[in-house]
């Protein structure tokens, strides 16, 4: 039987399931933003997705794979070896992998960024950033799997993006939110840290929500094919989603932000592993991630004094490195797991995304910053984003009615 249709359905299933993901971070932006910045966090995921796309298809894709699509019609349904066009719906399920890139680091940068230059990072990353890293661990680039494999036992592991998705977008965010600095009256001279409040509870929780049920597609369906699919990845990713909400629940108190994002970081935490891991050991993962969310964010924002909004450096960053560590823990066949990993080539190989991703936040927005400016200024900064960008608020007749 050729499956080969019903594949090229799947993966296509999978990444509308994954575009449907940046809905979730929308309305997760636009629900923790102040009401004067929600417009611009919608406005700024949907086109950051569009550059992405564009970033992805003419440089990034080729980059990560060395495949491109510069060839007629009849050879592009048959690239790279594979018929009904496989190729293509594969490039379109891995741009939304690509794509949840920026997404992600919006949330950190949000309420006081410039929309262009914004525009312009976004384009850099995504076609040489982290197409570099995607390529060394899953196009097989520079032989660094291999030197893995020679020197640790094992390749690195990450089935869904732990690390090549989730630490890359969490700690590529590090360098724009520090080069950026914090929003105006988020500390004070006396080292006090003012309450910024979000928005809208309901849309932070909506946003949740969307991304909890994308998640599937972008777990589950990472196995490529309907003949590599398994329902211990579903499982795996249900049980972490859970042990994340309950952790961050009871460490935080009851605070629904952290309820919500701590489903999040069990998610991020068990992609790596989640074909190798045992249900339970899933759990876990799930439970550390959240917990470490609800202490990282407040050692990120309380100690450190990095005004990372929505708290992607330890939601993405951290939680994905714990998955792409856990999955050496978790694993082993000692431990439960289905093996073929090592705990020391999971651990250099997550090492290795963060210091490409420190590095390159740096010195992307560091390009960006000296070349344009990278910040809104104070008085559009104070009116809000929405106003001083888009010309438009969320509300736009309400608004017009109490003036």
């Known amino acids: 039987m050729n499956t080969a249709g019903l594949d090229v359905f799947f993966l296509t299933m999978g990444a509308a399931m994954v575009l449907a993901m940046h809905a979730g971070f929308a309305f997760l932006e636009a629900g923790t933003v102040r009401k004067k910045n929600q417009v611009n966090a919608l406005v700024r995921v949907i086109t950051d997705f569009g550059f992405s796309t564009v970033a992805y298809f003419f440089v990034g894709f080729s980059v990560a794979y060395g495949i491109n699509f510069y060839a007629p019609v009849s050879e592009l349904n048959i690239i790279g070896g594979k018929t009904n066009g496989y190729e293509m719906v594969h490039f379109f399920f891995l741009l ?5 890139i920026p997404a992600i680091i919006s949330g950190g940068v949000t309420e006081r960024i410039r929309f262009w230059p914004n525009v312009l ?3 850099m990353i995504v076609a040489l950033i982290y197409p570099f890293y995607e390529g060394l661990i899953w196009g097989g680039n520079l032989g660094y799997q291999a030197w893995l494999e020679a020197s640790f036992g094992a390749a ?10 989730h630490s890359m977008g969490g700690f590529l965010a590090v360098g724009a939110v520090v080069l950026l600095g914090a929003r105006r009256g988020r500390y004070a001279k006396d080292g006090r840290v003012n309450a910024i409040l979000p928005s809208n509870i309901p849309f932070l929780a909506l946003g949740s929500w ?3 049920v994308g998640w599937f597609g972008f777990n589950v369906m990472s196995a490529g094919n309907t003949e590599g699919v398994s329902g211990l990845v579903a499982m795996n990713s249900l049980l972490a989603m859970v ?4 952790a961050a629940l009871v460490a935080g108190k009851n605070d629904p932000g952290f309820v919500h994002n701590g489903a999040l970081a069990g998610l991020v935490a ?3 592993g989640s074909d190798i891991v045992h249900p339970v050991g899933a759990l876990v993962i799930g439970l550390v991630a959240g ?9 990120v924002q309380n100690r450190l004094k990095i005004d990372d909004v929505l708290g992607v450096i330890p939601l993405h960053g951290c939680a994905g490195l714990w998955g792409g560590i856990a999955a050496g823990i978790f694993g082993l066949v000692s431990m439960g797991g289905a093996g073929g990993v090592t705990f020391l080539s999971q651990l250099v190989g997550s090492l290795t995304g963060v210091g490409i991703a420190l590095a390159g936040g740096f010195v992307v927005y560091g390009a960006v910053r000296a070349l344009v400016g990278i910040r809104l200024s104070e008085e559009d900064e104070h009116h809000g984003a929405d106003l001083s960008v888009h010309n438009i608020s969320a509300n736009p007749e309400q608004d017009m009615a109490n003036h």
């Open 96 to 100: 939304t992998f690509a794509a949840a």
């Open 121 to 123: 990072a976004t384009v």
């Open 156 to 165: 690195f592991h990450d089935f869904a993006g732990s690390v090549v998705v």
């Open 210 to 212: 969307i991304l909890c």
């Open 243 to 246: 042990g994340g909400l309950l």
């Open 270 to 272: 068990i992609c790596a």
């Open 291 to 299: 917990a470490g969310f609800v202490y990282g964010f407040q050692f």
